[in-house]
């Protein structure tokens, strides 16, 4: 079962904010909140994963709502190279499975 | 380092042909991972390798064997192909439990089953 709901797609001005939501209303205590990108075909591309803390690194942001049923990721000045799918995933603790759903299409547009 | 690579790139069978389909990591990571890419959806994992000697299924195992072969290579079998398993295949590894759990793809197995 889908254990993240996210936005079929997005629309982004180059060079402004894209702010990406996710809800995970079931998550568990120990589950991470990972986000992956896949560009055309490509194989997915890892970004950034938090528990509890906002995170922040050279490709994004992650903030982690206080109950922790919803995150946002933050791209915070999109490039047209930024024009991908987005997945949102929780680990599950019991194992290193990685469920993704269908994402989220993010277009950059000039 | 190469990464992970996946071969081979392109793949035709007919219905009921077996193939092998070959990944290897060079990032000595201790777990390894098949998952397959149906037209418009997410992905979906078939088989997973926590470590060297063990396998385990994952969402979609059915129609599929894997061989951890060493620490580097984990190759995915179809032993009968059939149409519904058309599809793009992605091999990960990961270094698990230790930091990220950052998970490496490879380029990907884009196959069709007539």
């Known amino acids: 079962d889908a254990k993240t709901t996210q936005p079929p797609s997005m629309d982004c001005a180059e060079g402004r904010a894209a702010n990406l939501p996710c809800n995970h209303s079931?998550?568990?205590?120990?589950?991470?909140v990972y986000w992956y990108r896949q560009i055309h075909s490509q194989g997915p591309q890892y970004i950034i994963h938090?528990?509890?803390n906002n995170e922040t690194n050279e490709m994004a942001s992650l903030i982690i709502t206080e109950d922790r049923k919803s995150s946002t990721l933050i791209l915070p000045h999109a490039t047209l190279r930024d024009t991908a799918v987005y997945y949102c995933?929780?680990?599950?603790?019991?194992?290193?499975?990685?469920?993704f759903g269908t994402g989220t299409s993010l277009t950059v547009i000039p | 380092n190469a990464g992970v690579t996946q071969t081979p790139k392109f793949q035709v069978l007919k219905t009921g042909q077996s193939m092998t389909l070959q990944c290897a990591q060079d990032?000595?990571?201790?777990?390894m991972y098949w998952y397959r890419q149906d037209p418009g959806m997410g992905l979906r994992l078939i088989y997973y390798?926590?470590?060297?000697?063990t396998t385990d299924k994952g969402e979609v195992p059915n129609g599929y064997n894997v061989s951890r072969l060493n620490k580097r290579e984990f190759s995915l079998r179809l032993e009968s192909a059939a149409p519904s398993q058309t599809s793009v295949y992605f091999c990960?590894?990961?270094?698990w439990g230790r930091g990220s759990d950052e998970q490496y793809f490879g380029p990907g197995t884009r196959l069709t089953v007539t």
């Open positions: 990960a590894s990961s270094e």
């Open positions: 079931t998550i568990s205590g120990n589950e991470y």
């Open positions: 938090g528990l509890k």
């Open positions: 995933i929780v680990r599950v603790p019991t194992g290193n499975q990685f469920y």
């Open positions: 990032m000595n990571h201790n777990s």
């Open positions: 390798s926590a470590s060297e000697g």
